[in-house]
């Protein structure tokens, strides 16, 4: 295996650990927030961008590969990563939210950051229409949104996909299930995903690591019964996945009945990205992140600010720049910053070209919002080492 997974330290305040984890195509340094290349690409940047940002690992999306450009143009470049040259680890997702986002996600009107918690959601979600992912033992069957076809992705043609993906790390397809998914159902997804993790192991023919996932919703017997089951299994890490119930603190508990049960393994948290998320799983003993949410929020006009610059809990971190209020202001987004962004340009441009939606806003916002993201997972390994992170998580969420 081209795989190697160390605990460097373990902090004596609380559960959060520095680890290293060795690949082909160089080091993470966990705790660490993976960068969303869906498509090959993380939206608006380059990969030497993303090299200038430091990332040291990317996640890209196998459903939407296989989809566009097609295995067989990757293939002919021996993998992502001469593909798109990136020559750092790459893990690639499974399929498995696609299964969720384009199933339960459209028919229950929730996704991984709209309504991911409904009870802490300002509005009840509504359906937003039929789903187009449906779900059975033999695997999930999608219809392609760009030209109809049916395609069924099994978990054994998840991980023949993700081999020619050449990522060094992959993901078992799973069902990411609903927090509107009962009992009754979870549990049937829950004995679905376990049969599929041991058919991924099976099909797997190459040195690529693979990561399990735990599921059970928010329900306790079904994720302590699915962490029993996916630690005795063979391997590389473990990933946890699907709904984290239906509020933050539903997902806390998750997490404390989960982490224990875990092997000594880099354990991913699958789809969060919020500065208190980040701070709250990283002591109860998470390695891992990946979330659009940077990027996502960056089109849409969100940029993160420090907490000396005004970002909290409540204003989640970050600043509006569409608001009047920037239109003639000639600070950098954050004073703490030292991003490209900041050191270049004002709020007043920023919000000018957001406005008038200049192309050249995307790549500036994105990579701020990726920097703050890159910067606060440094300055979070930092503290744990020294120590101190207790007392960071306390200067930054003030609780």
Known sequence: MSF??????????????LCEIKTKHGKIHTPVFLPVATNASVKSLTSEDMLSLEAEILMANTYHLFLRPGIEIIESFNGLHKFMNWH???????GGFQAFSLGFGIEHGVGKISNIFPDEAKEKPKPRGEKIAFVNDKGVTFYSPYDGKKIILTPELSIKIQQ?????????????????NDYE??????????KWAEICLKTRETDQALFGIVQGGEYKELRLESAKFISS?????????????K??????????????????????????????????????????????SPTRLAR?????????????VKNKFRVDIGKSAFKKDDTPISKECNCYTCKNYTKAYLRHLFMTKELSYYRLASIHNLHFFLELMREIRK???EERFLELKKSWLKY
């Open 4 to 17: 190697e997974f160390e605990i460097k330290y373990e902090s004596e305040e609380c559960n959060a650990r």
């Open 247 to 292: 509020s933050k603190k539903d997902m806390h508990r998750i997490l404390d009945w989960v982490i224990p049960l875990l092997p000594k393994k880099p354990i991913h948290l699958l789809g969060i990205g919020a500065v208190e998320d980040f701070f709250e799983c990283i002591e109860r003993g998470i390695d891992m992140f990946d979330c659009v």
């Open 383 to 385: 503290a744990i080492k």
């Open 233 to 245: 299994l063979s391997f590389d890490g473990i990933a946890i996945g699907g709904s984290l119930g």
């Open 88 to 94: 750092r680890p790459i893990m690639t997702d499974s």
């Open 185 to 194: 159902y979870t549990k049937q997804s829950l004995l679905r995903t376990h």
């Open 300 to 312: 849409a006009g969100f940029l993160y600010i420090h907490p000396s610059d005004g970002g909290n």
């Open 164 to 180: 020619v993906l050449g990522s060094d790390i992959m993901l078992v397809l799973d069902e990411c299930t609903s927090p509107l």
